[in-house]
């Protein structure tokens, strides 16, 4: 009887263990998530899936003026069946939408990844009345289903090369 | 020493490690309840641990 009693704490032990590895895989592995890749200039950005986990973050990227930036964005399907949505890519300045970039069904197959790409063009973007030594915002929202991600480019005034003054 | 103890020791720490590898790589993605509920269960799996040994006359 007694060691009948212990080996049940022996038991309690492996069942809060064998809890706490399900709740790892079912709250913390399984769903779908998705990362955003931003390359400009010689350097990515990784955005990683926890970050968009907390509320009304918002990921900061900063690049220069005229510059071509490349995103890349994953989605990875880690459930049992195949998720579908419409992915759709705006860009934003000030509340109001400036350019459409990508609207496009997804369907990812159950434990797979599946990834949308698109270039953001500056020079493109600007607005005609502002200058190259002017610094600049735009908001790019990536719409998928009901979840909502936002990127803010902070575009970099580019200031011409001082000419060296003439020797008297 | 028992091999059965050395087992045992092997055991618990295959075990503590898993949660270890688990917590560092996906921790972060668990929801505030999963996390709570987890913690709770850690603290209740080394209690019941204890008194296991306990039982055993460690």
Redesign the interface.
């Given at each position: 009887m007694a060691t009948k009693r212990i080996n049940l704490f022996l038991y309690l032990a492996l069942a809060c263990f064998l809890s706490i590895v399900i709740i790892f895989i079912a709250d913390g592995y399984l769903g779908t998530y998705d990362t955003v890749y931003i390359t400009a200039g010689e350097r990515e950005e990784k955005v990683e899936p926890d970050f968009w986990l907390r509320e009304d973050r918002t990921w900061s990227s900063g690049v220069d003026w005229g510059e071509k930036v490349k995103f890349k964005y994953e989605v990875d399907n880690r459930w049992f069946r195949t998720y579908s949505a419409e992915v759709a890519v705006s860009v934003w300045h000030s509340q109001e939408k400036v350019q459409d970039l990508v609207a496009q069904d997804i369907q990812v197959a159950p434990f797979d990844k599946e990834r949308l790409e698109w270039v953001v063009d500056t020079e493109e973007l600007m607005p005609a009345e502002i200058t190259p030594e002017q610094a600049y915002n735009y908001t790019l929202i990536i719409k998928r289903g009901e979840v909502e991600r936002k990127v803010v480019l902070y575009v970099n005034p580019s200031y011409p090369p001082k000419v060296p003054l003439p020797v008297r | 020493m028992k091999l059965e103890f050395i087992l045992f020791g092997f055991g618990i720490l295959f075990?503590l490690g898993?949660?270890g590898y688990?917590?560092a790589?996906?921790?972060?993605?668990?929801?505030e309840v999963?996390r709570l509920?987890?913690l709770l269960?850690?603290v209740?799996?080394?209690a019941?641990?204890g008194?296991?040994f306990e039982?055993?006359g460690w």
């Amino acid at each position: 009887m007694a060691t009948k009693r212990i080996n049940l704490f022996l038991y309690l032990a492996l069942a809060c263990f064998l809890s706490i590895v399900i709740i790892f895989i079912a709250d913390g592995y399984l769903g779908t998530y998705d990362t955003v890749y931003i390359t400009a200039g010689e350097r990515e950005e990784k955005v990683e899936p926890d970050f968009w986990l907390r509320e009304d973050r918002t990921w900061s990227s900063g690049v220069d003026w005229g510059e071509k930036v490349k995103f890349k964005y994953e989605v990875d399907n880690r459930w049992f069946r195949t998720y579908s949505a419409e992915v759709a890519v705006s860009v934003w300045h000030s509340q109001e939408k400036v350019q459409d970039l990508v609207a496009q069904d997804i369907q990812v197959a159950p434990f797979d990844k599946e990834r949308l790409e698109w270039v953001v063009d500056t020079e493109e973007l600007m607005p005609a009345e502002i200058t190259p030594e002017q610094a600049y915002n735009y908001t790019l929202i990536i719409k998928r289903g009901e979840v909502e991600r936002k990127v803010v480019l902070y575009v970099n005034p580019s200031y011409p090369p001082k000419v060296p003054l003439p020797v008297r | 020493m028992k091999l059965e103890f050395i087992l045992f020791g092997f055991g618990i720490l295959f075990c503590l490690g898993g949660i270890g590898y688990l917590a560092a790589e996906y921790v972060k993605y668990l929801s505030e309840v999963g996390r709570l509920v987890s913690l709770l269960l850690v603290v209740a799996m080394f209690a019941f641990l204890g008194r296991y040994f306990e039982g055993l006359g460690w």
